[in-house]
């Protein structure tokens, strides 16, 4: 999975994008956040310059995959930013893994647009 690991903080803040999006879309939030917190962005399964899943992996999937991305990071527990989509992945991350969460963001995000495995595949 593709993954922008920036700043120098201890504090690690994952950062989930929406449908359309990618790790990119939080270049200019690394920038101003990293002398205080470490800026973690994936590409999601499936996007940008991430291999697509094998299948379909559906919320859980998605959300399991954030968390072996801080598995591979060494990062017991984080905050998570979700924006629109990526929101959803950070609402089923806290509760999958609710002992790794140290905090939690959504931004304009919706309650569960696209969780629908046929509805998640025409989305992307």
């Known amino acids: ?4 690991d920036a700043g120098g903080g201890a504090t690690p803040v994952l950062c989930l994008h929406g449908i359309g999006s990618s790790a990119a ?9 990293a002398g205080r917190l470490r800026v973690i962005a994936w ?3 499936g996007y ?10 559906g919320m859980d999937g998605y959300a399991d995959a954030a968390a072996r991305v801080l598995d591979g990071l060494g990062i017991r527990r984080a905050s998570v930013l979700g924006t629109s989509w990526g929101g959803v992945i950070a ?6 893994h609710p002992d790794r969460l140290d905090a939690l963001v ?8 696209g969780t629908a495995p046929a509805k998640a595949a025409a989305m992307r």
């Open 106 to 113: 959504l931004a304009d995000s919706t309650r569960g647009s």
């Open 43 to 45: 590409d999601a399964p």
């Open 91 to 96: 609402t089923r991350f806290a509760l999958r």
């Open 1 to 4: 999975m593709a993954v922008r």
């Open 48 to 57: 940008a310059a991430s291999d697509d899943p094998p299948g379909a992996p």
């Open 25 to 33: 879309g939080f270049d200019a939030l690394s920038r101003l956040l």
